[in-house]
C-alpha cells in the first residue's frame, strides 16, 4: 500500500514555471510513477511517466520539451517540473502508481492516487 500526497500546485501567469512534488508513505522504488491531469469538464489524461529506476521517461505530446519528470528514491518522492506553462495547462494534477515496469499511459493501469493539486495558468 502507498500513499501519494502532491503539492505545489498554485497559480501562475503563462510561461512561468512551476514544480510538483509528489510524497509517498512507502518505498516506491519498485513502482512506476505517473502524473495525470484532469481539466473542468474533462477526462483525466496522461502527462507523464517515468520508470522504477528513473533510467525511463514517457511524456504526452502536449508537454514534451516543456514537462520533465524526476524521481528521488531515497526521498520517496516524484517531481514534475513545468515550463512554459499555457492556459491549456490549467488541471489538477494527479501522482500515480503502478507496480509494473512499463510506462503505461491509461489511468486504469495505476493501483495508487493522490487527491490531486490545482494548477492555474492565466494570459
Known amino acids: 500500500q502507498v500513499e501519494l500526497v502532491e503539492s505545489g500546485g498554485r497559480s501562475v501567469q503563462a510561461g512561468n514555471s512551476l514544480r510538483l512534488s509528489c510524497a509517498a508513505s512507502?518505498?516506491?522504488?519498485?513502482?512506476?510513477m505517473g502524473w495525470f491531469r484532469q481539466a473542468p469538464g474533462k477526462e483525466r489524461d496522461f502527462v507523464a511517466a517515468?520508470?522504477?529506476?528513473?533510467?525511463?521517461?514517457n511524456y504526452a505530446d502536449s508537454v514534451k520539451g516543456r514537462f520533465t519528470v524526476s524521481r528521488d528514491n531515497a526521498k520517496n518522492t516524484v517531481y514534475l517540473q513545468m515550463n512554459s506553462l499555457k492556459p491549456e495547462d490549467t488541471a489538477v494534477y494527479y501522482c500515480?502508481?503502478?507496480?509494473?515496469?512499463?510506462?503505461?499511459?491509461?489511468?486504469?493501469?495505476?493501483?495508487?492516487w493522490g487527491q490531486g493539486t490545482q494548477v492555474t495558468v492565466s494570459s
Open positions: 500515480a502508481a503502478r507496480g509494473g515496469l512499463l510506462l503505461k499511459v491509461r489511468e486504469t493501469e495505476y493501483d495508487y
Open positions: 517515468i520508470h522504477s529506476s528513473g533510467a525511463r521517461t
Open positions: 512507502g518505498r516506491i522504488s519498485s513502482y512506476t
